[in-house]
Each structure stands twice: as structure tokens, then as C-alpha cells.
């Protein structure tokens, strides 16, 4: 038997960002993270986080499609600024979702990363490698290389296409 819970219960301050994932994107499962490098990421890159040739790639699907980006392919990531409440992001996240139809997260400012994908599975394994990429992305620009720029030894430049 399952009993009442002792007190009452309230919606995150996430729902409504989840929400928009679930009906703009058709989304079965939303991941949100506070991780060091996502809140990093979003301090030293401006308007969106951007990288390219960098194998982890491969494992971000564009948009709601089964299609992955290739190595050689920009990955796009918009970066949206804060506000005070969580839930007042709603309309931001919503703006910027429609402006980027083929992102399937979002960064915010100083705060962490919604990602979303059509299981719960995939939203994870997505998930893995945003964190990966953004990890890698911060070391190579204390190298002073930038995780945008193709190499000059790439044979794939023509084949190129961004994930925005």
C-alpha cells in the first residue's frame, strides 16, 4: 500500500524548463546539471559554446532526429543568461530552443546545463558527452587552442555542417 506523503508536495523550480523540452522538443527525459565545467563554459564563452573535431561529437544527436554530428561538424550549445528564480527561464529557454532547432541543450549562465533526449537513456549518454566535451574544451583553451578552429591537417572541411 502506498501512503500519503507527510507533507504537501511542490513543483521544482525546474518544471517549467522541463516542461518546454517535453512539448517544444517531444522530449521523454530532461537532464539537468551544476557541474564546474558547464558553469565554467558559460563564463569564458559568450553567446554559444562552440567546438569541432573532436571525436566525442559523434555521440550528440541533432536536434529530434536519429542522426549524430561527425567529428568534423561544429557543435553548437546556446548560452542563455540567468535570472534570479529558476522557473523565470522558461520563456528564454523557450526562445532559444526555437531559434537553435537542431540543439538538444541549453546553457545557462553561471548556473549548469539543461540537456534532453527521447529516453532517458539517450538523455544520459548525451549528457556524457556535453560534459565530456566541455571539460576538454576548457583545457584546450589553457593550451591556448580553440576548441572552434579546424585543424590545418583536416581533409574534412567541405563536408562540414553546424548542429544549429
Not at 526562445?95 to 553561471?110: H, Q
Not at 549548469?112 to 538523455?123: D, L, N, Q
Amino acid at each position: 500500500m502506498i501512503e500519503k506523503p507527510k507533507k504537501a508536495l511542490k513543483m521544482s523550480e525546474c518544471t517549467p524548463l522541463f516542461l518546454n523540452a517535453y512539448l517544444e522538443r517531444n522530449a521523454g527525459a530532461v537532464m539537468h546539471s551544476h557541474s564546474e565545467d558547464a558553469v565554467l563554459v558559460t563564463m569564458l564563452w559568450e553567446k554559444e559554446f562552440r567546438c569541432t573535431h573532436l571525436e566525442m561529437i559523434k555521440g550528440i544527436k541533432i536536434g529530434g532526429t536519429n542522426d549524430a554530428l561527425n567529428y568534423y561538424d561544429d557543435l553548437v550549445v546556446p548560452i542563455i543568461e540567468n535570472t534570479p528564480r529558476e522557473a523565470e527561464l522558461k520563456e528564454r529557454m523557450l526562445e532559444t530552443m526555437k531559434a537553435y532547432p537542431n540543439t538538444n541543450a541549453i546553457l545557462v549562465r553561471r548556473h549548469g546545463v539543461y540537456i534532453w533526449g527521447p529516453t532517458w537513456e539517450r538523455a544520459k549518454a548525451m549528457s556524457e558527452c556535453y560534459h565530456y566535451l566541455f571539460s576538454l574544451c576548457l583545457k584546450m583553451k589553457q593550451f591556448g587552442i580553440a576548441p572552434d578552429m579546424v585543424p590545418q591537417t583536416s581533409a574534412y572541411v567541405k563536408d562540414r555542417k553546424p548542429s544549429y
